[in-house]
């Protein structure tokens, strides 16, 4: 076995709460008689006892420190969740967006005293344009998510302008993210599921019969989420434009294309980018992250309020009074636009297509080795992910429990039961950070997976034994829901 | 590029078991027409020294992050205890992803659970959720809630004296759901909504949504508010920005508030010139199911251990897709996390002596404008630590000069309100000395003029 495995110096640890004692203090404030001060309100605007925890420092420090040795994390090992593109965060850029010139900015200061980052957020409009074949960008979305609920947004101010208001359906493949229906329908629109074809792909055909006048578009992700780049894109994006409709483009798997090759040149009209997918911020345990969104020429008048222009060498913020609307207070997770910008540079024009290189390569390398160990539904060629699923396995084995026996093996299980289309699926995302004898062992890992349900199922089935917990009971907790701590 | 492992050789290794001859084969599914056929328009490639030079000259230009600084307005400047930042730079927290496998991140599931715990205990309301993306965005989504719940209604009511920034996504997201939206009016003499407004809360009413303490940095009637909504039988949705003000000011649940909105990033989060900070999500029990947003539960494992969940995900897009309670599949994690870590550091006594010395400092502040400048306090009522002046000339320009003296001297409320021509939003938090505050008094006297 060359396969890292798990075990570990794990100390338990309460809740802080738990840790509280009455008079003990972890903060430090100068000094100041306080006394009065609370009478500068009257009584009834005065609050009563606060219940947050009573500890000193040294307690805070253990109990984050304890609880952060039980999370995987990228840094401890292979993370190949698919569809989140857990690429190496790079310590350059944690680094430098702390310097107190960016961090101490407040989002009020008159643009004259924050032209650095004025300047940067310019650039990144820019350059997220130019990399995706787009004409303008916005950074203001804070998430995907927010990015599809931003660019159908723009769809339907585009349509409200040009007044072809019954355009009310978005078609959506059943291969799809649920945030992409769940983005639609925030905005109002119906959504029509497009099945996929044998080939996990868009049929056109079936296309065809789903376009009408009332069809403002379709959102497609491409490569889908089988990592299947939709290869009829240049027909598809015609047939929808010839309808009338717009295209909308999931950037989720922006990976497999950067540099490479650019979704607005395929005839898309509006794409999110993820910069903590595709541009290498980190996920944070599920944020912030940030969902810049990029559009075509007719479309931009529409982006979300406010934007930045450059006048004279002097960077500003401007409004379109067809915009969208705004989507959020300020202008977006500047913290997170800053570290994909040093991303993008590190990288540069003569790089940059690289990533997208070798997280195809990798890819395709995990599934050359696993496909005769685990079923592949879909037997298209596959970009920079590749989904296996669990009909194949014997003793009743299923992805849950190949998940679990990966988590003893060393490392963080791929994404699972997504996409909807394959019963079990098993979604493997490498990225491109990782070196060949990373997936060699990961590989490996998955080959004794299969072997021992076959051999030893009770190893498969049981597992993780090397955790600091064991398989939660999930339905109990969503039955009798314990959402906050009770004082007894 | 050192990011990138794969060696020629092995990528040689690599390509023979895949069965193909070059990288560009894989990528032999997409049309040749649409391949980069040329350089992308971004600049040359730039190493680690390089990086730290370009972003520290690009820091320099950022001239405001240094000023003497009394810009409020939805993002505060707050003493931050230094273990937060080293804490959250813990790499187990910052380079995980939201804890699909519970088995493997505990660390974060517990510590958001305490998070919504605090957050819970804080806004003294049943239930916070994992977190939303800011404050506007969560008030933008408490109305939609609102809507879900009050099916029968058609009119949502908001305060005009809320930050005029959530009111625009509010309107983004809600305008083309619910009926009507009607604002209720400011009276101009307190700086918040007008008694006789109250008067349109009505049996259609879906809800009714303000901001305490408001833009103008005043604390709304909480009292009669509550009570007129909740007699029409309306959800009451009070909204904080700042919310450290809950270290002293009356909470959400004393007033009975249905769903709580607000921002979190005073809580210990840097402004980053406005993002990334937290959105404060909290409603009553009886409403979880339809909230939106990650919810963190308790639970046991396989050996009866105490553990916890993502739960109730019934009411979410992976599940419900279109029908899911809101589209969001994230939440702020690692500034959440920061959040928690502040308010577990400064505790019961530390976050009280915070929000008593914000009270105090703009006490202090004001008293000072009113009787040694040619400026006036605009409304009458309560504050909390902030407020807005009425200056003897246009704001804007009265703002110029406070920047000429390197003083960013606040928010000019003509921005977003016309009407108010000579106001300033003020504000001031624990991190000014008297002394600034005094600086502050006497460049507005040198522009202004001293009281008459």
């Given at each position: 076995m060359s396969y890292p495995g798990m075990r570990d110096l794990k100390l338990r640890e309460a809740l802080i709460f738990e840790r509280s004692r009455e008079g003990r203090r972890g903060y430090?404030?100068?000094?100041e008689d306080l006394t009065g001060a609370e009478s500068i309100l009257p009584a009834e605007l005065r609050r009563d006892e606060l219940d947050l925890p009573e500890v000193s420092e040294v307690d805070v420090v253990r109990h984050y420190t304890r609880l952060s040795t039980y999370n995987f994390s990228l840094d401890l090992g292979f993370y190949p969740l698919g569809s989140?593109?857990?690429?190496?965060?790079?310590?350059?850029?944690?680094?430098?967006?702390?310097?107190?010139?960016?961090?101490?900015?407040?989002?009020?200061?008159?643009?004259?005293?924050?032209?650095?980052?004025?300047?940067?957020?310019?650039?990144?409009?820019?350059?997220?344009?130019?990399?995706?074949?787009?004409?303008?960008?916005t950074l203001n979305p804070s998430a995907g998510a927010h990015g599809e609920y931003t660019g159908i947004g723009i769809i339907r101010s585009y349509f409200a302008k040009t007044g072809d208001t019954k355009r009310k359906k978005i078609i959506i493949p059943d291969s799809a993210h649920g945030t992409n229906p769940a983005s639609c329908a925030l905005n109002g629109f119906e959504v029509v599921v497009l099945e996929s074809d044998e080939h996990g792909k868009v049929d056109l055909a079936t296309l065809k019969s789903l376009l009408n006048d009332e069809v403002a578009?379709?959102?497609?992700?491409?490569?889908?989420?089988?990592?299947?780049?939709?290869?009829?894109?240049l027909e598809i994006t015609k047939m929808v434009h010839e309808a009338g409709g717009l295209v909308y483009g999931d950037g989720a798997n922006m990976n497999a294309l950067l540099g490479v090759a650019r979704p607005g040149d395929m005839g898309i009209d509006v794409l999110h980018y993820n910069l903590h997918k595709t541009f290498s911020t980190p996920h944070g345990g599920g944020g912030p992250g940030a969902g810049p969104v990029g559009v075509c020429q007719k479309l931009v008048e529409f982006l979300p309020n406010p934007f930045v222009v450059c006048e004279n060498g002097v960077y500003s913020f401007k409004n379109s009074s067809d915009a969208m609307g705004r989507v959020r207070s300020f202008y977006g997770n500047m913290g997170v636009t800053l570290k994909a910008f040093i991303y993008i540079l590190e990288y540069g024009r003569e790089h940059l297509g690289e990533t997208a290189k070798n997280a195809v390569l990798n890819a395709n390398y995990i599934k050359a080795c696993l496909k005769d160990y685990y079923h592949l539904k879909y037997k298209s060629d596959t970009l920079h992910e590749v989904v296996f699923d669990d009909s194949e396995m014997p003793n009743h084995v299923t992805t849950m429990d190949i998940a679990k026996a990966l988590i003893d093996r060393g490392y963080h299980p791929p994404t699972v039961y997504f996409p909807l289309i394959v019963h079990g699926a098993l979604m493997i995302e490498p990225t491109e950070s990782e070196s060949k004898e990373t997936l060699d062992e990961f590989i490996e890992a998955m080959i004794d997976i299969a072997e021992k349900a076959k051999s030893d199922p009770e190893n498969i089935l049981n597992a993780p034994l090397s955790t600091a917990i064991s398989r939660p009971d999930e339905t109990l907790a969503a039955r009798k829901p314990v959402l906050k701590w009770v004082r007894n | 590029m050192r990011y990138l492992p794969i060696t020629d050789s092995e990528r040689k290794e690599m390509l023979e078991k895949i069965g193909v001859k070059s990288v560009d084969d894989l990528f032999s599914p997409l049309p040749k027409s649409v391949l980069l056929k040329k350089e992308l328009n971004i600049p040359s490639s730039m190493s680690e020294p390089e990086l730290e030079k370009m972003m520290d000259e690009l820091g320099k230009e950022n001239c405001g992050a240094n000023m003497l600084s009394f810009l409020g307005g939805g993002c505060y400047r707050h003493f931050c205890p230094a273990l937060v930042d080293q804490m959250i730079s813990r790499s187990e927290f910052y380079t995980s992803y939201t804890p699909y496998q519970p088995e493997v991140s505990q660390g974060t599931l517990q510590a958001i659970f305490e998070f919504q715990t605090m957050i819970a205990n804080l806004f003294q309301m049943d239930v916070a959720n994992a977190s939303m993306y800011d404050g506007a965005t969560a008030a933008a989504e408490a109305v939609l809630m609102a809507h879900k719940i009050q099916t029968k209604r058609r009119k949502v009511l908001i305060a005009s004296t809320i930050n005029p920034q959530y009111l625009e996504t509010i309107r983004t997201y809600t305008s083309?759901?619910?009926?009507?939206?009607?604002?209720?009016?400011?009276d101009p003499a307190t700086g918040c909504?007008?008694?006789?407004?109250?008067?349109?809360?009505?049996?259609?009413?879906?809800?009714?949504?303000?901001?305490?303490?408001?833009?103008?940095?005043?604390?709304?009637?909480l009292k009669k508010i509550s009570a007129l909504t909740h007699e029409a039988g309306a959800l009451l949705i009070p909204v904080v920005t700042e919310a450290t003000a809950l270290g002293v000011i009356a909470t959400p649940g004393s007033i009975d508030a249905d769903i709580a909105v607000g921002d979190g990033q005073a809580l210990g989060i840097p402004m980053n010139f406005g993002g990334p900070g937290v959105g404060l999500f909290t409603c009553k029990e009886k409403h979880v199911r339809k909230m939106p947003g990650r919810l963190i539960g308790e639970t046991v494992d396989r050996n009866g251990n105490r553990c916890f969940v993502l739960t109730l995900s019934a009411r979410e897009q992976h599940i419900k897709r279109e029908k899911a309670t809101s589209?969001?599949?994230?939440?702020?994690?690692?500034?959440?996390?920061?959040?928690?870590?502040?308010?577990?550091?400064?505790?019961?006594?530390?976050?009280r002596d915070v929000a008593l010395m914000n009270l105090k400092r703009a006490d202090y502040l004001k008293k000072k404008i009113a009787s040694e400048t040619a400026c006036r306090i605009a409304f009458n009522g309560c504050n909390y630590n902030e407020f807005t002046i009425l200056a003897p000339m246009d704001a804007c320009e009265l703002l110029k000069a406070f920047g000429e003296k390197g003083i960013l001297g606040g928010i000019a409320a003509k921005k977003y309100f016309p009407e108010l021509d000579n106001a300033v939003i003020v504000n001031t938090t624990e991190v000014?000395?008297?002394?600034?505050?005094?600086?502050?008094?006497?460049?507005?006297?040198?522009?202004?003029?001293?009281?008459k």
């Open positions: 430090s404030l100068p000094e989140c593109t857990m690429k190496y965060n790079p310590k350059v850029n944690e680094k430098l967006v702390r310097n107190p010139q960016f961090t101490e900015l407040h989002p009020e200061t008159p643009v004259r005293f924050a032209q650095g980052t004025l300047k940067i957020m310019y650039e990144m409009q820019r350059m997220l344009a130019e990399i995706g074949g787009f004409a303008a960008c578009g379709i959102m497609l992700t491409n490569p889908n989420t089988l990592g299947v780049f939709e290869s009829d894109i | 083309f759901v619910v009926d009507t939206i009607e604002l209720l009016e400011m909504v007008a008694e006789s407004e109250l008067a349109k809360i009505d049996s259609d009413t879906i809800c009714v949504l303000f901001q305490y303490p408001n833009y103008f940095g005043m604390i709304e009637n589209n969001i599949c994230s939440n702020q994690g690692l500034m959440a996390t920061a959040a928690s870590i502040y308010l577990a550091t400064m505790g019961k006594q530390g976050l000014h000395t008297y002394g600034e505050l005094d600086r502050f008094v006497d460049a507005l006297k040198e522009i202004a003029g001293g009281a």
